[in-house]
T-cell receptor, first 111, second 115 residues
Framework: QKEVEQNSGPLSVPEGAIASLNCTYSDRGSQSFFWYRQYSGKSPELIMSIYSNGDKEDGRFTAQLNKASQYVSLLIRDSQPSDSATYLCAVPGRSARQLTFGSGTQLTVLP | GAGVSQSPSNKVTEKGKDVELRCDPISGHTALYWYRQRLGQGLEFLIYFQGNSAPDKSGLPSDRFSAERTGESVSTLTIQRTQQEDSAVYLC?????????????FGSGTRLTVV
């Protein structure tokens, strides 16, 4: 089992809809979870971090964490074409010294 | 500096040559990371520095790859005798500390092409 798994997509949603991105991880000891956005040809940009079970909201973004089920998700409300990017989930690796990244979910928001 | 700075932004080299990639992290960030991203692929961890020491070199793909960090600041990733499979974007990131607590800030990367 991979340490971090994401649906590769591509995921397409119409403008204004809610985009839901999911990630599962294998290490039950993980304590912190991150979502990055990567536009084509650019480097990843940190958009959300979450450490506790439940929801964390930041503007149009909501991160959801369920440690018992070992998944973390990212919801994007009122999706905009500018949200079109690859979204990467990141979890500390087994050594807890570096982040392990999922392969990313490519999101396209259609105008 | 205000962000993570990497140089050069692009590098084209002939197979068999050595290359040096540079990373200047955010001032005060003690942790520094190197990742590699091949075209259309995910991020592959290479090496982690805490201060000037490298507690985790597990991701370096071969002994042709080495890295150092001096003055708890600038880091250099060196690839010797480059091969075509080394072609990728090399990303550097820094964070205020190691461990699980912090997300990373990435530089804009160095795109390496081996011809």
């Amino acid at each position: 089992q991979k340490e971090v798994e994401q649906n590769s997509g591509p995921l397409s949603v119409p403008e204004g809809a809610i985009a839901s991105l999911n990630c599962t991880y294998s290490d039950r000891g993980s304590q912190s979870f991150f979502w990055y956005r990567q536009y084509s040809g650019k480097s990843p940009e940190l958009i959300m971090s979450i450490y506790s079970n439940g929801d964390k909201e930041d503007g149009r973004f909501t991160a959801q964490l369920n440690k018992a089920s070992q998944y973390v998700s990212l919801l994007i409300r009122d999706s905009q074409p500018s949200d079109s990017a690859t979204y990467l989930c990141a979890v500390p690796g087994r050594s807890a010294r570096q982040l392990t990244f999922g392969s990313g979910t490519q999101l396209t928001v259609l105008p | 500096g205000a962000g993570v700075s990497q140089s050069p932004s692009n590098k084209v080299t002939e197979k068999g040559k050595d290359v040096e990639l540079r990373c200047d992290p955010i001032s005060g960030h003690t942790a520094l990371y190197w990742y590699r991203q091949r075209l259309g692929q995910g991020l592959e961890f290479l090496i982690y520095f805490q201060g000037n020491s490298a507690p985790d070199k597990s991701g370096l793909p071969s002994d042709r790859f080495s890295a150092e960090r001096t003055g708890e600041s600038v880091s250099t990733l060196t690839i010797q005798r480059t091969q075509q499979e080394d072609s990728a974007v090399y990303l550097c990131a820094s964070s205020p500390g190691g461990g699980q607590a912090y997300g990373y800030t990435f530089g804009s990367g160095t795109r390496l092409t081996v011809v």
